[in-house]
Each structure stands twice: as C-alpha cells, then as structure tokens.
C-alpha cells in the first residue's frame, strides 16, 4: 500500500504538460500567481533598500516639530507624508526607505557568511567522513546548544552594538544550519556512481567538491538561505525591539517598532507600518523559498506547470490510499 501511495504522488498525473522540466524558471514562476507576488515583494524591498535612500534625499532626519505626529493618508504636506510623520516632524515613508537598507544590509551578509561558511566546511566535512566529519559535528552542536537569540543578546550586550557585531554574531550562530545540511548531502553523494568515476580518474577531492557536489545541493542550500534570510530580519528587529541593535542616528525597521510602541494609542501607524514591512518581507521570503524547493527538485518541478485544480488532485487523498 505504501508503495502504491509513493508511486502516485512522484508520478505526474494524467495530462501533464510536456517537458516541463525544460521550461525555464521564470515562466514557471509566473504560472504561480502568489509566488509571484511574493516575487515582487521581495524584489520592491531589495531595489528600495538600492536606491530609495537617494530618492528620498534628508528627508528621513529632517526636523519639524510643527508636523509632528501627522496622521497618514495626507498629502497635504508633500508625498513623503503620506504615511504620516513621527514625534519630530520626520516622514515616515523616508524613515521607513532609509531603514530598509539597514535591515537589507544586515539580513545578506549576515546570510552570505554563514552559507558560504557553513557550507564549505559541511561539504568538506561530509566529503571526508572519519573524524573530520566528527569534529565538525561537534562544534556544530556546541553552537546549536545556544540560543542563537540569546547568544546574540549576550555578546551585543558585552560588546558595542552596531550592525558590524549584529552581522558578525548572526552569522556565526547560523553557521551550524548550513554545516549540518551540506554534511548531510555531501555523505550521501560521495559514494554515488558519477563522484567515485571522478575519484578513480585521479580527480582531487577539492575539485570534485567543487564540480560534482556543490552543483546538486545547491538548489537546498538556496532554499535553506531564503529562509534563514527571514530568521534574521526577525532577529535584527527583535534586538532593535529590545534596545541592542541597531542604534540612533541609523535606523532599522525593528528600532521604528521599538520607538513607537509608546504612543501605539495616540500614532499608531509609528509601529504598524515598520512592523507591516516586516511581516511583509518574512512572509513573501518564505513563500518563495517553499516555491524554489520545489521549483529545483526533479521529482517535483512537474507540479509547478499544473493549473491549480490539478495539483490538489495530483496528491491522492487519506481516504483513497487507505482503500
């Protein structure tokens, strides 16, 4: 019966479009309209944090204490307060540009780090089993046995805060993700057929790292990063929240939420629209990481070019594989 059951779900269904897996990724992209939406998202976000600072000019610390507190949705003022001002006058679509790139610019190197890091010591590790492969492990669980939240609290707490550090503690508290995941892959492709041909026309060990596995556990690395890149926009805003992170005169989406929790009963939109951008980024994020894991995977990319009716019928029903 199990058998059956995986047959059915790893076997495209009746009508399935023909080579799918020769479309490229774009077009499939496009045939998902939340991905896609989630796509954008993320790319508004990214080419925002680019340029948004030199559109937006000084507007983000200019001062008027005449304007303070304005309520969004008015344009009476210019454009830039269309969602309103802060307790000095500042706009708050500026403020919210500027902290965009703060944030972007410590969720991706925070990110770019530790994959890189963490992957090329996994695959090393995995590659070479024995005791480099232990060794590894093991420094990996030390890590992991930290709270990496905590952690970080400690070591911004010992140290200045500044997104440096911030960068330098998240990456390192995230390295064991990649480790153990490119550990993983790594052990299960060394004994395959294509790695022990090149092993046996004297190929070195590097070179096959880095031609025959890096290629096949990329795609997951990928996956793993884009969700690692929303754990760490929620962990630079939580200790921005709790005062350890970014620090005035810069500006941070979580340091916004923070300012502005205090008057949440007389100017919400200080903490709702900061926290809006947010939620926004995370979720879009992770939509496509869950788009992309399937997007690379073979044995499921064929899913991605049904029409949505016949994707839930491609996935049989609790009752039917119990008959």
């Known amino acids: 019966m199990s058998a059956t059951l995986e047959s059915r779900t790893e076997t495209p269904v009746e009508g399935e479009p023909a080579r799918t897996s020769a479309l490229p990724l774009w077009r499939l992209l496009l045939r998902d309209r939340v991905a896609t939406a989630a796509a954008v998202v993320l790319a508004l976000v990214l080419l925002t944090a680019a340029i948004g600072p030199m559109l937006v000019g000084d507007a983000a610390n200019r001062i008027d204490l005449a304007r303070g507190r304005q309520a969004p949705f008015s344009l009476e003022s210019g454009w830039l307060d269309v969602l309103g001002t802060d307790l000095l006058g500042r706009s708050l679509l500026a403020r919210l540009v500027v902290a965009a790139r703060t944030t972007i610019l410590v969720a991706v190197p925070a990110v770019l780090v530790a994959a890189v890091i963490g992957s090329a010591i996994g695959m090393w590790a ?34 200045s805060p500044s997104a440096a550090n911030i960068v330098l503690v998240l990456a390192i508290t995230r390295i064991p993700i990649y480790l153990r995941t490119a550990r993983a892959e790594a052990a299960e492709l060394q004994s395959r057929t294509f790695v022990d041909a090149a092993r046996t026309f004297g190929t070195p060990s590097g070179a096959i790292i880095r031609r025959h596995v890096l290629p096949v556990i990329l795609p997951t690395l990928l996956t793993v990063a884009t969700l690692e890149f929303c754990f760490v926009i929620l962990a630079e805003s939580s200790l921005s929240f709790l005062g350890i992170g970014i620090q005035p005169p810069d500006v941070s989406w979580g340091l916004m939420v923070s300012q502005g929790r205090a008057y949440l009963q007389t100017a919400w939109w200080l903490s709702f629209f900061p926290g809006l951008a947010i939620v926004l980024t995370t979720v879009s994020a992770s939509i496509l990481a869950a788009w992309v894991r399937l997007a690379t995977d073979p044995a499921q990319r064929w899913r991605l070019a049904l029409p949505r009716s016949a994707r839930r019928r491609s996935v049989p029903q609790i009752k039917e594989s119990t008959t």
């Open 126 to 159: 995995g590659y070479h089993r024995g005791r480099r492969e232990t060794i590894a492990m093991r420094v990996a669980d030390v890590i992991l046995s930290f709270p990496s939240l905590l952690l970080a609290v400690v070591v911004l707490y010992v140290f």
